[in-house]
């Protein structure tokens, strides 16, 4: 059992028969009035998002859960590809159940799978990814009041607000939960 003050992101538990997961996470408390544990889940059986929340003395089941090496392989239509590492066994998941973290793939990635009862419900990315920046625009001499960022294109062809110090070239890491710049990669 998971006491709901416990639950973090990325967090699986069982809620009136459906298998979620923690996309973000809060503790509320107003000055009157009780605390309250405020979440955004995904459902995982059918991609679902919602928001609900949780008295702080909640307790909720975990499901079993198996993990599973998998690397990725490629894009075809609206699925991603890929392929088991232990029986080389290729399989197929849809992309809009990936949702926004689909545009971190990168050819070769490992990845985890996530698998309640025998059936794959999730494709779990690395907390980041070092990805290279395709284009990048150049910052502006005497920009860099209130920390600037500039959008940049990387290899994958996402977008992620980048320092004005990041140029062509530069490979990054990026958090794969927010899409946000996590540093600079030295080469």
């Known amino acids: 059992m998971i006491e709901a003050t416990n639950l973090r992101p990325g ?35 059918t991609g679902a998002v919602m928001e609900k929340s949780y008295r702080p003395t909640d307790r909720l089941k975990a499901p079993e859960v198996e993990k ?9 239509g609206d699925a991603a590809h890929f392929m088991d590492m232990e029986s080389y066994e290729t399989i197929d ?7 926004a973290s689909a545009e971190f793939l990168t050819e070769n990635l490992e990845v985890e799978a996530l698998y309640v009862d025998g059936e794959l419900l999730d494709i779990l990315l690395p907390a980041n990814v ?18 600037p960022n500039k959008p940049c294109t990387v290899e ?26 996590v540093e600079r990669v030295s080469q």
Do not use: W
Not at 130 to 147: F, R, T
């Open 11 to 45: 967090t699986i538990f069982m809620d009136e028969g459906q298998i979620l997961k923690v996309l973000k996470f809060q503790h509320h408390r107003m000055s009157q009035s009780a605390a309250v544990c405020r979440t955004k889940l995904k459902n995982l059986k």
């Open 68 to 76: 599973r090496l998998k690397t990725f392989m490629y894009f075809q």
């Open 93 to 99: 998941f849809p992309k809009s159940r990936l949702g």
């Open 130 to 147: 070092a990805l290279k920046v395709m284009s990048a625009p150049p910052g502006l001499k005497g920009d860099s009041a209130n920390n």
């Open 156 to 181: 994958n062809g996402a977008t992620v607000l980048c320092p004005l110090f990041i140029k062509e070239g530069d490979t990054i890491r990026v958090d794969t939960y927010t899409g946000d710049y």
